[in-house]
């Protein structure tokens, strides 16, 4: 449980650092970020685009985002028990989770090409929030987690 509230809640510095480094991107790379490009493409997928106006394509597309965040962020736990330096560990695993999720299962749905074929800028876009968004989920996780078998501190 730790890791998903970790991960949703680093959700919210990734998403803010994604706004600020696409504003930085060049004019004709400013087209929708992969949230909203692959909320759009599944409902296209399944014909129920036309469904929803754009304040619901916007919501979707940030329920989905923070969703697959918490989802990714409660994997994490799997792959390690405790580790020394929750930072420099997550920021490896938010790289991971993004190899995994846009060059295996996104591009094999069909949902968005490989990050090979998108401008380098967006790439490494791409890898900085998920930097962020591993060290996020990370170290609030084990935040968490530690608080369960610390001992109530006392003040005497």
């Known amino acids: ?3 998903a509230i970790g991960g949703l809640l680093a959700t919210v510095p990734m998403t803010l650092a994604m706004g600020a480094l696409y504003r930085r991107l060049p ?4 087209y929708p970020l992969p949230p ?4 759009q493409n599944l409902l296209q997928k399944v ?3 036309a469904l929803l106006d754009e304040e619901q394509h916007v919501e979707l597309s940030l329920v989905s985002h923070f ?3 918490a989802f990714a962020g409660a994997l994490y736990p799997a792959t ?3 580790v020394a330096h929750p930072l420099v560990y997550g920021s490896g695993y938010g790289v ?6 846009y060059f295996g299962w996104i591009p094999a749905l069909h949902i968005l090409s490989p990050p090979h074929r998108h401008p380098a800028n967006r790439r490494q876009l791409m890898i900085a929030v998920h ?4 060290a996020g989920t990370v170290w609030i996780g084990e935040c968490l987690a530690n608080q369960r078998y610390a001992p109530s501190a006392r003040l005497n």
């Open 96 to 101: 991971a989770i993004w190899a995994a999720s």
């Open 1 to 3: 449980m730790a890791g």
């Open 67 to 69: 969703g697959y965040g």
């Open 47 to 49: 014909e129920a685009d």
């Open 80 to 82: 390690c028990q405790r």
């Open 27 to 30: 004019r004709e790379e400013r």
């Open 36 to 39: 909203r490009e692959i909320t």
């Open 131 to 134: 930097l962020v968004w591993g």
